[in-house]
């Protein structure tokens, strides 16, 4: 009995580490993508690319879904867990780069082919961010690929939320310039694509750097 509820303790402890490391993983790519993508807006559309009320909504619909993280069904590592702050910084670089270019990508296209004004792709921004945080939650929750466990319902909830939160907003032109319908529902498909394209890149570059 002892021996039990010392196992029960360190299981616990890892799935704990687990949770945390993702939410930390989280917060570094979310101030990569921030900054870079300020400024790749301004110089992509001559105009700041979100207005500060954009920016509050983003904020807040981001940390509901962050604190779900601590709900998450996780695997507890087979190893000891140790930080490796340096290794987790480099692994957020590189999948918020990641995230920053799928997100150019989608602006690019509203400003060039679709020619949207700067209203409308700030609305696009607003869109292709919320979009592209799920995928990115989705992505780095699960150390191996991301359909080898399900997420908590509470996560699930809080996705759906989310996504509805945004869609309601931007279709609906509410605090934003509104934007049609296709072109929402295509950068939501465009994100689906994006996690898988995403998880891709997370397992080997998470493997190299030693994050289990």
């Known amino acids: ?10 299981k616990e402890g890892r799935i704990t580490f687990q949770r945390i490391q993702t ?32 920016m509050v909504i983003l904020l807040i619909a981001g940390d509901f879904l962050a604190m779900s993280l601590t709900t998450d069904h996780v695997q507890p590592s087979a190893m000891p867990n140790a930080w490796r702050i340096s290794n987790l910084t480099i692994v957020g670089v590189i999948l918020g780069l990641c995230l920053v270019m799928f997100c150019a990508l989608i602006i690019a296209y509203g400003k060039f082919v679709l020619h949207l004004n700067y209203m409308e792709l700030r609305t696009l921004t607003f869109v292709v961010l919320v979009f592209g945080s799920q995928s990115t939650i989705y992505a780095i929750r699960e150390r191996r690929h991301l359909w080898r466990s399900l997420p908590s319902i509470w996560l699930v909830i809080s996705s759906l939320v989310d996504i509805l939160l945004a869609l309601i907003l931007s279709i609906g032109g509410i605090a934003m310039s509104p934007l049609p319908v296709l072109t929402v529902w295509a950068t939501l498909g465009a994100a689906v694509v994006f996690a898988l394209v995403l998880d891709a890149v997370k397992v080997p570059v998470m493997a190299r750097m030693g994050i289990v």
């Open 1 to 10: 009995p002892g021996l039990a509820g010392i196992v029960a303790a360190v």
């Open 23 to 54: 939410y930390t993983l989280n917060s570094i790519i979310k101030k990569i993508v921030t900054v870079l993508l300020l400024i790749l807006g301004l110089v992509m559309t001559g105009h700041a690319i979100l207005t500060p009320l954009l």
